[in-house]
T-cell receptor, first 113, second 116 residues
Framework: AQSVTQLDSQVPVFEEAPVELRCNYSSSVSVYLFWYVQYPNQGLQLLLKYLSGSTLVKGINGFEAEFNKSQTSFHLRKPSVHISDTAEYFC???????????FGQGTILTVHP | SQTIHQWPATLVQPVGSPLSLECTVEGTSNPNLYWYRQAAGRGLQLLFYSVGIGQISSEVPQNLSASRPQDRQFILSSKKLLLSDSGFYLC???????????????FGAGSRLTVL
C-alpha cells in the first residue's frame, strides 16, 4: 500500500519570497511521484512529475521538486512566488498497477502582497 | 488533442434523490478512467477506477456506484443520496498502457454536489 503525507496544511508567504511545500511518501515498491495544483473550483493541473533519472525535476510556473529516495521525500520549491501562485497543492504517488494515484491531504499556499 | 468533459458542473439535490454524473473523454481510446471525491479538508479520495468497458473497481464501500457503458464514458450514480455524499467530484483519465502509473492523470473541471 502507498501513502502520502503533506506536512503542512497551510503555508502563508509574502510575494517574491521562496517557498517549500513538503511531501513524504511510503511505498513497498518503486513509485512515480507527482505534484498537482488546484485553483478554486477547478480541477487539478499537473505541475511536474518524477518517473526516473535526475532527482531534480522542473515543472511549469517556475516550480521544481527534488526526489530523495533515502528520505522518501518529494518536496516542492519555488525561489520567488507570485500572488497568482495562491492555490492548493497536492503531492501524489503512483505505482505501476492500473495507475492508481494516491494523494496527500493538500497544502494551501497563500501568497500575500 | 485529448479533452475531458464533466457535467453537470454544479448540482443541488435533496437527501434520498438519485444522482448521475457523467464524464466523457475525447481524442483517445481505451483510457483508464477514475472518479475521485474531494470533501472539505480531506484531500482526494479515489472512489472507482475502470480499465475497460464494463470493468469497474471500487476502492471504498459507499453509497455510490459507477458504470462504463462505452469506452470513453464514465458515469457516477446513486439511487438515494445521503448528506455525506456532498463534495467535489473529479473525473480523470490516463493512457491505459502496461505501466499506467507513469502516465499523467488528467482531470476534468469537476462537479460540485450539495445534498440538502
Amino acid at each position: 500500500a502507498q501513502s502520502v503525507t503533506q506536512l503542512d496544511s497551510q503555508v502563508p508567504v509574502f510575494e517574491e519570497a521562496p517557498v517549500e511545500l513538503r511531501c513524504n511518501y511510503s511505498s513497498s515498491v518503486s513509485v512515480y511521484l507527482f505534484w498537482y495544483v488546484q485553483y478554486p473550483n477547478q480541477g487539478l493541473q499537473l505541475l511536474l512529475k518524477y518517473l526516473s533519472g535526475s532527482t531534480l525535476v522542473k515543472g511549469i510556473n517556475g516550480f521544481e521538486a527534488e526526489f530523495n529516495k533515502s528520505q522518501t521525500s518529494f518536496h516542492l520549491r519555488k525561489p520567488s512566488v507570485h500572488i497568482s501562485d495562491t492555490a492548493e497543492y497536492f503531492c501524489a504517488v503512483s505505482g505501476t498497477s492500473y495507475g492508481k494515484l494516491t494523494f496527500g491531504q493538500g497544502t494551501i499556499l497563500t501568497v500575500h502582497p | 488533442s485529448q479533452t475531458i468533459h464533466q457535467w453537470p458542473a454544479t448540482l443541488v439535490q435533496p437527501v434520498g434523490s438519485p444522482l448521475s454524473l457523467e464524464c466523457t473523454v475525447e481524442g483517445t481510446s481505451n483510457p483508464n478512467l477514475y472518479w475521485y471525491r474531494q470533501a472539505a479538508g480531506r484531500g482526494l479520495q479515489l472512489l472507482f477506477y475502470s480499465v475497460g468497458i464494463g470493468q469497474i473497481s471500487s476502492e471504498v464501500p459507499q453509497n455510490l456506484s459507477a458504470s462504463r457503458p462505452q469506452d470513453r464514458q464514465f458515469i457516477l450514480s446513486s439511487k438515494k443520496l445521503l448528506l455525506s455524499d456532498s463534495g467535489f467530484y473529479l473525473c480523470a483519465w490516463r493512457a491505459g498502457t502496461a505501466l499506467s502509473g507513469a502516465n499523467v492523470l488528467t482531470f476534468g473541471a469537476g462537479s460540485r454536489l450539495t445534498v440538502l
